[in-house]
Every structure is written in structure tokens, then in C-alpha cells.
């Protein structure tokens, strides 16, 4: 089984979000980067799929050079190989467009997604991915189990949860539950060193139409202080709830 | 060219978000001089759309649909958009809309934005403002496309009524058996209770409830409010509660009107998930816990004492308000 896991190079969860350029572009001074957490996940799975069922991993990205250090982490988890699209990842769609290339010509069976990134949360890649290449797809997946040409998932649905039946070839937008938190793995000495010698491939971007664009970011609004009560004044929450906040 | 709303109902009925989408896609055709269309699958009375301002519906009836998937209902979405021409289809943000929307729009060759908040920013271009940065931030994004498609946040808009005449029409779009290749084998669904998704009020415990056995005073507080329960990471970790339940950045997002944080202390990864509830209020022991900062209301003291207070007087409060 050959399986592509997609990732995006996203600002670490504690980054401080701001924007530079008259607020049209985020500022990366000082971020640190990480491999997409939803990505993470899928990522762990596939490494399983290797281990356990002898499948060929390989990780793609759509970024700059910079986004590099990104795909050696994923091969220092243990992807045999690294693919990346010189481009900047300007839109879901294009993105979707580079990654549909690359799927067609490597013939994976399996295409592993993060259901959405943490950057822009834009939630559409894998399903546009699927679109594009006309192939089975299952979004928020969290359950993923593969049998010769067969896999069975779990998604996971408003109030609860759906078991799914499809054959390959399959793209999925994946999440927590694919693996566990602690089957999350930290790239050890040894793998860091092979990784420097696994392959890296980089291709140029084919051309996609430009559907959207990011014109300009905003922070929310500075919020109030909060406002305390004392666990003897129980009424004044229940009275600020209904009377100020009304939600209740 | 109208504007094309997918209404999503569950046994025959609509959800809440159907009128939400209908009431926000009713202000967007108002600025646009166009009408709204409604498109459903498999409910029975669809009445109800001519409360928010809809005036036609395509009834798609088709016992292949009872269970969804979402190739075939994208499918649907598109061919009704197709056979309006319309060039604007507003989606919600249900788990079910946020998989078929991608489709949706690769098949109508559509730019989209999801996670929006407000009206339209512009009509022309056509920009609208959505989160991102797990809602440390919003963007504005103009789609440059001849079709849109956006899904509308969660509870950002709210119900606005508007009365409208409504023509009804079976619509009944071509479907293929490649449709139907992800087969839904079985459906696990809690019954009876209130999901995190459909909540207005939710009601979230974390480790300084030191154990699962102390969760009954947590789903009392949930019950005397309508609310559903959900937990932080570590607990659902701990396995004290279900995986289902687990709410922040890499568990359920939570966008609900009132969300009440009992011993969380408020992981930057906790608060990411949680944040666009739009009142927060957070009952902890420690003073310095970080939820202090990002929420609206606050109890500092210990949670075993303030819980059953505060469920009785939120019953008292029920009963001379009901």
C-alpha cells in the first residue's frame, strides 16, 4: 500500500498571531512551526500501516524552503520519503490542485489529510483533494483501518459516530482518535540522523486559477476584565447572566 | 440567479442552523436583489423556510438519502444550484455541511470560505470576514470566483424572522451509483441527550473535579440549564469521560452561547476551541488559572461547594421566569 500523508507547516499553538504589511500578512517573526496537529495524527496512523502492514509512506507539503525542517521531522517519525511544491500555499484550492498532481503521479491508495489546519481553519483541502481526483472520501476520521483494497472507518458525527465502508483509492480529512495523544511520537537521535539522508524530492507547482484570497487579517477586539463574583453571591452571576449577558 | 441555502433537517425535521442559514442568506439576497432557495432532502413539511424569508424550496425526496453522504448530497446541492443558477450557496457548519461543502464547490468550480461570521463584508468584490488562527483572529477573504460558497459560523448570526410567500417543487437531481461507493454501515448516535454541537449552553468539567464519580453534580448544573457536558483534554485523557466529549483544539470545537468552565484551568490549546462561545464563565479554586483572562464571569472557590448552589438557584431562577 502506498500511502501520501499531507501536511501543512503550521505557528505552534502558543505563537503570538500578528499581522505586518498594513495587516495583510502574518508575521512569522519569532514563530515556531510545527507539523499541523490534525496532520499528526494521520501521520502516527500511516507509520502504523508501515509498521504493522509493510505500506510505503510518503509526506508531501505545498510550501517554501522553508517549510523544510517541517518534512524532516516527518521523516525523522518515520515517512520513507519527502515530497515538497515550491509554492507558496496561497489558497485551499491550490493547494488541493498541487496535491491532486502529485497523487496522480505516484498512484497512492491512500491519502491521508488533516481534517483542517490550525493556521487558516479553512477545512477543505482533503475534500476538494477527493473532488478533484474523483476518489472515496471520509472526512473527520477517526477511526481508519485498511484490508487489501478495503478499509473501514469511523467518522465522527454530530452526537456521535458513523462507521463507514469504502474501497481504495481513499482520501481522508483525518483528527484525534485516528491514534491517541500518547501514540504520538517524538523524533528520536536515530531517526533524526536518517532522515537527513532520506529522499527529499521538490517539484514546481502546476498553475491553478486563484479562487480566493486572504485580503486582510484583523484580532478581535480587546476583551473587558473579568468580572468577579463571590462564591457567596450566586444571585449576582445568575442576575448578570439573565439581566447583562441575557443567556439565560 | 438566486442565492442557494442547503436546510438540513434530521428525521424529517429542521435543525436550528436551517433557519439560521435562512435568516442570513434572506440579508444577503436583500443587498444582492435576488431571493432565497431552499434545497431539502428528505423532510416533510417544509413550511416552516417562509418564517426566514424564503421563497422557494426544491424538495428532493429519495429513500438513498436517508442516511447522508456526502457525494450525493453534494451532488444534490449542485445540481439544484445549477438548475438556479445560482451564484451564492450558503452552508452551515455542521459536521455533515463541512464535508460536503469542498465537494460542492470543485464541482461548481466554486471559490470557498468557510467560518464565516458576519454578513459580507462587500457584495462586489465579494469579501467576507471568517476566523482564523484557531480564533485568535479573523481574515478577510474575497473570493474571485463567478460561484461562492461559505459556511456561516456557528451561532454567529442567530434567528431573524421574515415572512415570505414560499412555492414548493420535487426536485429530483441525477445521482450515479458511484455516488453511494462509502457506504455508511452502522450509526452510533447518544438519544435523549443534548449533543455539543446542538447546544446553546454547555457545561465543561476538568481535573479539579478530581474524579469521574464527582461528574453528577456537573450534569446537574447541565440539566437544570439544557445543556450539554463536555470536558477538558486531560480528563478525557484520563479516561474519566468519553473521547466525544473532549472539547479544544484537537477535540470538539465549542461556539455556543453560554459555556461554563468547572476546574479548567484553561490551556492556551483549551481556550483555542472554545473561544468563539460568546458568554465564558469559569469557576476555579486558583485565582491565577489563565481562564480568568478570557472569560466573562468568574467564581474563584471550590467547585464541590458553588455547583449545587448554583444548580438550586438556577432552578429557583427557572421557576419564577417560566
Known sequence: MKILVCISHVPDTTSKIN?????????????????????????TRAIWFQEQQGANVTVVNVGGADTEPTLRKALAIGANEAI??????????????????????GNYDLVICGKESLDYNGGMVPGMLAGLLNYNFVNSCTDLKV????????????????????????????QKGLVEEKDLRIPNMRGIMTARTKALTVLEPVSASVETKAVKFEKPAPKSAVKLFSADDLDGLVNALHNEAKVI | ?????????????????????????????????????????????????????????????????????????????????????AKVIVLSSTTDSLYLAPLVAVGLEAGFASNVVELPVSTSPFQVKRTAFSNKAFNITEIST?????????????????????????????????????????????????????????????????????????????????????????????????????????????????????????????????????????????????????????????????????????????????
Open chain 2, 146 to 322: 463567478d460561484v461562492k460558497v461559505i459556511s456561516i459560523g456557528k451561532n454567529s448570526f442567530g434567528l431573524v424572522e421574515s415572512s415570505s410567500s414560499l412555492t414548493e417543487e420535487d426536485f429530483t437531481p441525477t445521482l450515479n451509483d458511484a455516488d453511494f461507493n462509502v457506504k455508511v454501515e452502522s450509526v452510533e448516535k447518544s438519544t435523549g441527550k443534548v449533543t455539543i454541537a446542538d447546544a446553546d449552553v454547555v457545561v465543561s468539567g476538568g481535573r479539579g473535579l478530581k474524579g469521574p464519580e464527582n461528574w453528577g453534580i456537573l450534569e446537574e448544573l447541565a440539566s437544570v440549564l439544557g445543556a450539554a457536558t463536555a470536558c477538558s483534554k486531560p480528563v478525557s485523557d484520563l479516561g474519566w469521560r468519553p473521547h466525544s466529549e473532549h472539547v479544544g483544539q484537537t477535540g470538539k470545537p465549542v461556539a455556543t452561547n453560554l459555556y461554563i468552565a468547572v476546574g479548567i484551568s484553561g490551556a492556551i490549546q483549551h481556550i483555542a476551541g472554545i473561544n468563539s462561545s460568546k458568554v465564558k464563565v469559569v469557576i476555579n479554586s486558583d485565582a491565577e488559572a489563565p481562564f480568568f483572562k478570557v472569560a466573562d464571569y468568574g467564581i474563584v472557590g471550590d467547585a464541590f461547594d458553588i455547583l449545587p448552589k448554583l444548580t438550586q438557584k438556577l432552578k429557583e431562577f427557572k421557576a419564577s421566569n417560566s
Open chain 1, 84 to 105: 515538497r511544491v515550491n509554492a507558496a500555499a496561497t489558497d485551499g484550492f491550490f493547494v488541493a490542485k498541487q496535491l491532486a498532481e502529485v497523487v496522480k503521479s
Open chain 2, 1 to 85: 440567479m438566486s442565492l442557494l441555502i442547503y436546510a438540513e433537517s434530521a428525521d424529517g425535521k429542521f435543525k436550528k442552523v436551517a433557519f439560521e442559514l435562512a435568516s442570513y442568506a434572506k440579508k444577503v439576497a436583500e443587498s444582492l436583489g435576488t431571493t432565497v432557495t431552499a434545497v431539502t432532502v428528505n423532510a416533510s413539511d417544509v413550511s416552516e423556510l417562509s418564517n426566514y424569508g424564503v421563497n422557494k424550496v426544491l424538495k428532493v425526496t429519495n429513500s438513498k438519502l436517508d442516511n447522508f453522504n456526502a457525494k450525493a448530497y453534494a451532488d444534490v446541492v449542485k445540481q439544484a444550484a445549477q438548475k438556479e443558477g
Open chain 1, 19 to 43: 499581522f505586518v504589511n498594513g495587516d495583510s500578512e502574518f508575521d512569522n517573526n519569532g514563530v515556531q512551526y510545527v507539523i499541523n496537529p490534525n496532520d499528526e495524527f494521520g501521520l
Open chain 1, 147 to 174: 484490508d487489501g483494497t478495503s478499509a473501514k472507518a469511523s467518522r465522527e458525527i454530530d452526537g456521535g459516530k458513523e462507521v463507514i465502508a469504502a474501497s481504495l483509492p481513499l482520501v481522508i480529512g483525518g
